[in-house]
């Protein structure tokens, strides 16, 4: 199910599941910055350690979060686009410059694909 685009300013209230700062600096900052930048501070209540475990936690009714895009295959779980915010996350590959490996080359073809826009 996929409903409209809402505004940040429409989760001040809501509850937060969240990765922790330590395992995800980048995104959890972000996060914040965005709700900041809203006026509000979240209220995050509870924080694991990977997103599969976050969207799985919002599906039970623990929370809100924020989740990148490419996060919507899930079922149980409504994804909405936030309207009024521009705020990216960077994503980077790391890889040996020399690495050989099929694998690695068709994964990066993809990750470029989708990623490149």
């Given at each position: 199910?996929?409903?409209?685009?809402?505004?940040?300013?429409?989760?001040?209230?809501?509850?937060?599941?969240?990765?922790?700062?330590?395992?995800?600096?980048?995104?959890?900052?972000?996060?914040?910055?965005i709700?900041?930048?809203?006026?509000f501070?979240?209220?995050?209540t509870?924080?694991?350690?990977?997103?599969q475990?976050?969207?799985?936690?919002v599906?039970?009714g623990?929370?809100v979060?924020?989740?990148?895009?490419?996060?919507?295959?899930n079922t149980?779980?409504v994804?909405?686009?936030?309207?009024d915010?521009?705020?990216t996350l960077?994503?980077?590959?790391?890889?040996?410059?020399?690495?050989?490996?099929?694998?690695?080359h068709?994964?990066?073809?993809?990750f470029?694909?989708?990623?490149?826009e």
């Amino acid at each position: 199910m996929q409903a409209g685009p809402i505004s940040i300013t429409d989760l001040a209230n809501e509850s937060f599941v969240i990765t922790p700062r330590v395992i995800g600096p980048g995104f959890y900052d972000i996060v914040t910055k965005i709700c900041h930048q809203a006026g509000f501070s979240p209220k995050i209540t509870v924080e694991t350690h990977d997103i599969q475990t976050v969207i799985t936690l919002v599906s039970t009714g623990m929370g809100v979060s924020l989740s990148p895009q490419c996060q919507t295959q899930n079922t149980g779980v409504v994804f909405r686009e936030l309207v009024d915010e521009a705020t990216t996350l960077d994503l980077a590959v790391a890889y040996r410059q020399d690495e050989k490996s099929e694998v690695l080359h068709s994964f990066l073809d993809i990750f470029f694909d989708y990623y490149s826009e």
